[in-house]
């Protein structure tokens, strides 16, 4: 547990990271419209009762996309609390956001084996700073619709911190049966809110790998049989629903040259965060995910000389395991499907940086484990004019690195707005031309937006009638009947082409 000191600095660094997040880097936020996915959740949700929504969530035979009961439950929750009001769920989305760079933090700060009393909590500050505000995982936080992303999360890092309590009980006993049960319903809301959590059960293994490493013990298999068990019989449920979805039959997923290229590219997305690379179709990406795999394989060795060989291997699996749900993918994956293995590269830098503080701040070696004298002892130490100066030259490169970051999300965010804003023009443009008259019919042409968004949109404003078709331009004598309103896109912008009268 943290001393009085150390809870002070965590409060303090947990105050920075909530205002820099949700004050500078998604300032603009709150004010954005919904997007795409998001009217046909609202759509979705709108007119049920709790309990009608909660037997369509968890109805494994009604599902056709993918099984997530529980962001059914949140939306549902969001849109009773907040109606047709966009920027509180955003306010949801900063929220789960801060919140998971916490937990990472306080993760690493728990992982951490440090003589210094402030290491863990440089370690901490690291992974939460580099969490909230790293730009590759953007989308996940400005997409109501990803919001399904930040609340795997939220559980999975749970999940981690439930098994890692288990893992420092020294002895079998009904508290470490408490944690180990407690990390297996984490992992299940994990899995019930994101089918990537499936990687849930590959990350206990490797906490608790850890976990044993550090306690100087076996690792505990019989506790493994909890979250195997979940993931087996979701595993079940989630196969029901893969035989019915159509990006499945449509060959959305397949296995090719894509299983190594979509990692690379998104090692490539997180290591270089540069503008306009947000959606991974540049070329180089692979590249530049290569040679972080390079780096890692000349640190390995390196690590083994230091002692640190092992956290970093598992680190670097925690990583590749992040990684894997988006490998099969045959497009290039979505920036906010790099929301987990960003929080994995926090972690792992947050432990690095935690070793480093060590190394240049030690304890005295009165304070000290008579076992671990001899590794604080050969152990470099600065005066307090070096120390200084080192401690001046971080604040400087994390400063430098904060503000590219900032002026980078800013920049991400603004360019996804912009590509969300025909769907806030259209649900404004039909509610007022609905609010005017009875229309029986809808004609949107070549909409800048996906046919299902405009279905959703102009049922959100305007109720079941007047019945909605997306047709192309030489399809508008064909369509058009009494009481039909014919919409075409200008710049972005819907205007009306023209309006039939009623018989």
Excluded at 178 to 188: E, P, R, V
Excluded at 260 to 282: D, H, M, T
Excluded at 287 to 306: H, N, S, T
Excluded at 392 to 413: D, P, Q, S
Aim: hydrophobic share 55%; net charge positive; glycine share 6%.
């Amino acid at each position: 547990m943290p001393n009085i000191r150390q809870r002070a600095l965590l409060i303090i660094v947990t105050a920075i990271t909530a205002l820099v997040t949700v004050a500078v880097a998604y300032q603009a936020l709150p004010g954005r419209a919904f997007a795409a996915d998001d009217f046909q959740w609202l759509l979705n949700v709108r007119d049920r009762s709790f309990l009608a929504i909660a037997a369509r969530a968890f109805d494994v035979s009604a599902e056709s996309h993918f099984y997530r009961p529980l962001v059914w439950l949140l939306l549902w929750s969001e849109w009773r609390l907040f109606g047709f009001d966009p920027g509180a769920f955003h306010r949801v989305s900063l929220t789960l956001h801060v919140i998971n760079a916490a937990l990472i933090g306080w993760l690493t700060f728990r992982m951490v084996r440090a003589q210094s009393s402030i290491a863990p909590v440089i370690g901490y500050a690291v992974s939460a700073l580099a969490t909230a505000l790293h730009p590759a995982p953007f989308e996940a936080v400005v997409w109501v619709s990803a919001q399904s992303e930040l609340l795997a999360a939220f559980f999975l890092v749970l999940t981690l911190h439930c098994w890692w309590s288990a893992g420092r009980i020294d002895t079998a006993s009904l508290r470490r049966w408490f944690w180990y049960s407690a990390a297996a319903a984490m992992q299940t809301c994990a899995l019930m809110t994101k089918e990537s959590a499936i990687i849930g059960l590959p990350l206990i293994v490797l906490i608790e790998w850890e976990s044993a490493r550090q306690m100087r013990r076996r690792m505990a298999l019989l506790p493994l049989v909890l979250p195997l068990l979940a993931t087996i019989v979701y595993l079940f449920a989630a196969l029901d629903v893969a035989s019915r979805n159509y990006v499945v039959r449509e060959s959305g997923y397949s296995f090719g040259a894509q299983l190594l290229l979509n990692p690379l590219r998104s090692l490539g997305l997180i290591v270089a965060p540069l503008p306009g690379v947000e959606y991974g179709r540049e070329a180089w990406l692979p590249l530049a995910g290569a040679c972080v795999v390079l780096a890692g394989l000349i640190a390995l060795p390196i690590a083994w000389r230091y002692g640190s060989a092992a956290s970093l291997l598992t680190g670097m699996l925690a990583l590749i395991v992040t990684l894997a749900p988006t490998a099969p993918f045959a497009s290039s994956p979505d920036s906010r499907y790099l929301y987990l293995p960003v929080m994995v590269l926090a972690l792992m830098t947050g432990r690095w940086s935690s070793a480093l503080t060590d190394r240049v701040m030690p304890a005295d070696l009165s304070g000290i484990r008579s076992n671990d004298r001899r590794h604080a002892a050969d152990m470099r130490t600065l005066s307090w004019v070096g120390r200084l100066w080192v401690g001046m030259a971080v604040i400087l490169v994390a400063l430098a690195l904060g503000a590219l970051a900032v002026n980078e999300i800013r920049g991400r965010e603004v360019r996804f707005a912009a590509g969300a804003r025909p769907g806030e023009e259209l649900r404004l443009f039909a509610a007022a031309q609905c609010a005017t008259g009875r229309l029986d019919r809808m004609l949107i042409v070549e909409p800048p937006i996906a046919a299902p968004h405009v279905e959703a949109i102009i049922r959100l404003s305007c109720g079941s009638n007047p019945y909605t078709m997306v047709i192309g331009s030489g399809d508008i004598e064909h369509e058009v009947r009494p009481n039909t309103l014919v919409v075409v896109f200008d710049g972005g912008f819907p205007r009306p082409l023209m309006r039939t009268s009623t018989p």
